[in-house]
């Protein structure tokens, strides 16, 4: 029951003939929380790349869920270190934006609209943004918007969700908060996450697995299973 598989993963850009990240070998268990630390400019987000098929491997070979990746994967749903809302659009309505992509015909959209709106509003209930469906982005502080940005990252019920330096931004407070919301979740729903931060004492708390880079050319220097009990045990 492996979900993430890389193989002796090598990635360069262009004909550099320069790894960006080296000799990747990695995989995770089905609903496996994991971390990668490293500087920055380690390849981290090229890892990132490579997992959702951004990026094919100039050596190596990468599968999710038993399958070789061959191109961009829509499994995924992912939250960056800035909250990307659309400022046209309420809280409410950036968070369905992935189902109105996901979904074909406008038409089966309207027609589930319902549905989905309870799913966007459960969501925005548990990570404290009852209230705030209505809104706009501009209305909201940075770390409400992030809040929506994971609301809208799951959901379309992604099997694997990556967060690219997500809390980076946030007050302490704010982001001490998020974490618990994440595990929560996580725990709950069992999805994978590829977690990358520069931030040991988050990996600590979030992560199963914690992955540590090196810096370029990226490799996986250390692998160390989380040995705090949390609670998706
Ligand atoms: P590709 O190399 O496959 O075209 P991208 O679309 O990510 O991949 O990048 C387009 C081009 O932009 C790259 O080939 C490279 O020349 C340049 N580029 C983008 N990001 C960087 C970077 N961080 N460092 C150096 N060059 C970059
Ligand atoms: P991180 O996410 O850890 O900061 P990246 O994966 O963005 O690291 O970058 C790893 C290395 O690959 C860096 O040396 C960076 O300059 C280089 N790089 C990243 N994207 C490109 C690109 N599109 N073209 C050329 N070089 C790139």
Redesign the pocket.
């Given at each position: 029951d492996t979900f993430v598989d890389f193989k002796n993963v090598f990635l360069a850009?262009?004909d550099s003939g320069d790894f960006a990240v080296e000799d990747i070998t990695l995989s995770t268990r089905q609903g496996e929380f994991i971390a990668i630390v490293g500087p920055s400019g380690c390849g981290k987000s090229t890892f990132m790349?490579l997992a959702t098929g951004l990026?094919a491997p100039t050596r190596g070979s990468v599968s999710i869920d038993g399958a070789p990746v061959t191109g961009p994967l829509k499994i995924v749903g992912m939250a960056f270190q800035a909250p990307t809302l659309l400022p046209w659009r309420t809280t409410l309505d950036n968070v369905l934006l992935p189902l109105e992509i996901v979904e074909p015909h406008r038409s089966r959209f309207r027609s589930h609209r319902a549905e989905y709106e309870a799913q966007a509003l459960k969501l925005l209930k548990a990570v404290g943004l009852d209230g705030y469906a209505h809104q706009f982005p501009w209305q909201l502080s940075g770390g409400m918007q992030q809040r929506a940005s994971i609301c809208r990252a799951l959901i379309h019920e992604p099997k694997m969700l990556l967060l690219d330096e997500p809390f980076g931004a946030l007050d302490a407070f704010t982001r001490e908060e998020l974490w618990c919301i994440l595990r929560d979740l996580q725990a709950a729903q069992r999805f994978n996450v590829i977690l990358v931060t520069h931030d040991l004492r988050e990996a600590a708390f979030l992560a199963d697995t914690i992955y540590v880079m090196s810096r370029r050319p990226g490799r996986i220097v250390a692998c160390k299973t989380n040995p705090l009990p949390g609670p998706r045990e």
């Open positions: 850009y262009g790349k990026k």
